[in-house]
């Protein structure tokens, strides 16, 4: 009646999908006297393993080289990344750069959503 290897492969399409499917979403504001940029080479980098979140988007933002400024009160931007692994409790962002003074926020403790909302100054 029922194929069994079949509904196991179903389930791990449907897990794979899962985990393909998830995202990590961070909404940063910052101060509008600054312009602000990103580099493609920004990973979430998960505490317990070491692993690099790649990113996969970014909105209101221009990446390097370019420059973003904040124009009519518009000082926010967001960053959308892979998603975790499941065991993640804590992860730091940082761009991987080959200059000086390099983007990072550290220790942020992961939430249930996997939406977040930072202030850099």
């Not at 926010?76 to 998603?83: A, D, P, S």
Request: glycine letters at 4%; one cysteine or more; a neutral charge.
């Amino acid at each position: 009646m029922f194929d069994v290897e079949e509904i196991t492969k179903t389930k791990k399409k449907t897990k794979t999908l899962e985990s393909e499917e998830r995202q990590t979403i961070i909404h940063f504001t910052y101060n509008p006297i600054n312009a602000v940029r990103i580099w493609p080479s920004t990973f979430l980098i998960e505490k317990e393993t070491g692993k690099r979140v790649k990113l996969i988007t970014a909105f209101n933002i221009s990446f390097a080289p370019e420059w973003t400024f904040a124009y009519n009160g518009n000082n926010k931007f967001t960053l959308v990344f892979e998603g975790l692994s499941k065991g993640c409790t804590m992860f730091d962002l940082m761009e991987v750069i080959p200059l000086p003074d390099p983007f990072v926020v550290r220790n942020i403790a992961r939430t249930n959503s996997d939406v977040y909302n930072l202030r850099v100054d």
